[in-house]
Each structure stands twice: as structure tokens, then as C-alpha cells.
């Protein structure tokens, strides 16, 4: 991220942000909202209640055409063919060496689908999915067609259904629906990237502004507040959730980032399916792992992680972790590698452990999951 200097597309959202005294960053050629009253502010209030996010920078998709299906198992490393319509499914774009185009959320709609990928990477995986579909498929960018607001937290499910005409508590984890919010057509999916209860709602960008608004009116009595880029990247690092261009890019694949099971080596063909069958045979030189520190400090990426008095691997995400309140991170170390490390942290050697994930783990999605499944199988009276 770089300092505020245009030119910078600005999302539907922008006027809003800078009302609200956010502060603003570029970001993948964006002007987002770093954040508004504080980063460790914002990130406990989704934990505590919900908060309210501009993800409009995020790149979307849809494929459509009789290969259209043929075509999402060619180019992703998941089973797009098991996605019951209104489903959404967790999966990765890799290029043929088996490492990382991109992760992504693949939405079926009926007999179109949607994929949602990283701001940063849009354009090139809009080249490389239509390189690669084959024929039968149509793949239409329209990013610039759509808004997406996010609203996340425990109390979102209230929020959201105070302001919605549909059945919002009906929509499972990982499942969309259309309905309307503020009056608005739109998408409606109980996704997000926080480890909370959340929903992800796109809407035409004109409408975005009036999403927004009510959804903010609506979350006054639970506190709803904006929450920016830099809470979004610590909610996200407690779950131990891959990001991509730190944790995950094109040198590595899902054997060495532990995303085996969004790769379906038995489906058939698909990009990149040799070399990471390859490099599971062989065994990977490196794994992502969660470390946490036992000392004062923060982590940050590219720091060496230490063992023994040598270097084993680098650091790709850290941070300070508000909710559990010390330094956690992910990073890449040989294979096996457990119990205490260090970290470099600028020319001093703190000590670490590493642990299982996620760090944290009481987030509401397991919660409301929970509930969900009991009410599912509960007699009927």
C-alpha cells in the first residue's frame, strides 16, 4: 500500500469514507479505507457486534454457456462440478508448474456462474481464465458493474435482516440468494473473511451508497461501525486464512500452503494438476505454519524465522492479534518443523512457538453453524 496520490479509482462508496474521516490509502489502484477510529477499534467491534466493509475493489466474474461448467473444472483446482445451485465453494486458479494464479469464491447461479477474485490479480486472471476455458464459455468481467458491501459480526444476521425482504437466516454458510436490501436488488451470499457470521451483498454500484446507509442505520443499536482494510488483514490473519501475494503466490502450490482440500487431484484434468500430484509425491520442502510470539513484539513479513541458531524460513503475514493480544503470524518452514522457534525482529532474536490453526477460535461462523445444525435435525413439534 502507498500513501494517497491520484490518479486513483475511487469506489461507489468513496464520498461515504471520506465523510466518515477514514483514512484513505491506495490499494491496487483504489482509494480504500485503511481505517476510521482505529485498526484495533474496528477489528474488536466485528468480533463484539458486526462492522461494515467496502470490498468493491474485488474483481468479478461471471461464466456462462453450455462449456461453461467443462470450462471451471479446467481452470480451477476444486470440484465445481459438486456446487448444488445458490452454493458457493472455496477454490484456486494454478498455472501449470502448479503454483498460484489465485484463490477465489466460485458462486453457481443457476446455469451461470460467478467467480470473485483479488483486486490485485483481476486482469491477469481474467487473461489466463479465458486463455484456458476452452470453447462453450463466455467469461465477462463485470467488476465495474458491481458494489460489494460486507457486513460481519455476530449481530450481522439482525442487521442485515432489518433492512432485507428475504429470508436472510435461511441462507446457509457458504450460500447466496437474490432478495432485495434497502429496496435494492441484490446477491446476497453468508460468506466473508473474518471467522465471524457475516454476509457478502452485490449490488449495481448506484446502489452500493443506499446498501451502505441502511445497513449502518439499521446496526446503530448494535454499534455497527466502517471498518477498514487494516482490521480486514488482522480478522483475517487470526483464522489463519492464506492471502494471496503474501501467503500464497506463484512459486508456491496448495501442497506446500496446506490447500490440499480445496485441490480435487481425482476429478479429472485440470491446470496445474501434474505438477502439484508431483510435488505431493515427492513431499514439499516447505509448509505454511502459525507461529505465535512468547515475547513482546510484532511480526511482520519477511522476517526470518530461526531454529537452532539458523535460518528455516520467512515470515509472510504478521501482526498483532487484538483479540488474543500478542504477536501471531504465518510463515514457511521445512516440513515437520514444531514447537519453539524465534523470529528476527529487527536484529533481536524473540521467542516463538509453533501452533495449530486457527489462533482464534471463537468466532460466531462456528457458533451459528452449530445452532443451524441442531435446529436442522431437531424434532418437529
Not at 461453461?68 to 470440484?79: F, G, H, P, S, W
Not at 470473485?116 to 476455458?133: F, G, I, P, S
Not at 449502518?216 to 477498514?228: K, T
Not at 500452503?257 to 496445474?272: E, P, R, S
Request: aromatic fraction near 6%; hydrophobic fraction near 40%.
Amino acid at each position: 500500500m502507498t500513501a494517497h496520490s491520484d490518479p486513483a479509482r475511487r469506489t461507489p462508496l468513496h464520498d461515504r469514507h471520506v465523510a466518515a474521516g477514514a483514512k484513505l490509502v491506495e490499494f491496487v489502484g483504489f482509494l480504500m479505507p485503511m481505517l476510521y477510529a482505529g485498526i484495533v477499534a474496528e477489528h474488536l467491534r466485528v468480533r463484539a457486534t458486526a462492522g461494515l466493509f467496502d470490498v468493491s475493489h474485488m474483481g468479478e466474474f461471471l461464466v456462462h454457456g453450455p462449456g461453461a461448467l467443462e470450462a471451471l473444472e479446467r481452470v480451477t483446482t476444486n470440484r465445481a462440478a459438486a456446487l448444488a445451485d445458490g452454493r458457493v465453494q472455496y477454490s484456486a486458479l494454478c498455472y501449470e508448474h502448479g503454483g498460484f494464479v489465485d484463490d477465489l469464491l466460485v458462486y453457481r447461479l443457476g446455469d451461470r456462474y460467478m467467480l470473485v477474485v483479488n483486486a490485485a490479480n483481476k486482469d491477469k486472471d481474467l487473461e489466463w481464465v479465458r486463455a484456458h476455458a476452452g470453447t462453450g464459455a463466455t467469461i465477462e468481467d463485470v467488476s465495474d458493474d458491481t458494489g460489494l458491501v460486507a457486513v460481519q459480526g455476530p449481530a450481522s444476521e439482525a442487521v442485515l435482516a432489518a433492512v432485507a425482504r428475504g429470508d436472510v437466516a435461511g441462507i446457509p454458510y457458504y450460500a447466496s440468494a437474490t432478495m432485495e436490501v434497502a429496496g435494492k436488488r441484490a446477491l446476497v451470499s453468508r460468506t466473508g473473511y473474518t471467522g465471524e457470521d457475516g454476509f457478502e451483498i452485490f449490488t449495481r454500484p448506484d446502489d452500493a451508497g443506499a446498501v451502505w446507509d441502511a445497513l449502518l442505520e439499521a446496526g446503530r443499536p448494535h454499534s455497527v461501525e466502517p471498518v477498514g482494510l487494516g482490521a480486514r488483514d488482522t480478522l483475517r490473519l487470526e483464522l489463519g486464512y492464506a492471502l494471496y501475494g503474501n501467503d500464497i503466490d506463484e512459486t508456491r502450490t496448495p501442497v506446500e500452503a496446506n490447500l490440499m482440500w480445496i485441490t480435487k487431484l481425482d476429478k479429472g484434468d485440470f491446470v496445474g494438476r501434474d505438477a502439484i500430484a508431483r510435488r505431493l509425491e515427492e513431499g514439499p520442502r516447505e509448509r505454511l505454519v502459525g507461529f505465535e510470539l512468547l515475547e513482546r513484539g510484532v511480526p511482520r513479513p519477511g522476517q526470518r524465522l530461526v531454529s537452532g541458531g539458523r535460518g528455516i524460513g520467512v515470515v509472510t503475514s504478521g501482526s498483532f492479534s487484538p483479540s488474543l493480544e500478542k504477536g501471531i503470524g504465518l510463515g514457511y518452514a521445512p516440513p515437520g518443523t514444531s514447537g519453539a522457534i524465534e523470529v528476527e525482529i529487527r536484529d533481536r532474536l524473540v521467542s516463538a512457538r509453533i501452533v495449530s490453526l486457527p489462533f482464534y477460535r471463537r468466532g460466531s461462523i462456528r457458533r451459528s453453524q452449530a445452532a443451524r445444525e441442531r435446529h436442522s435435525v431437531a424434532p418437529k413439534r
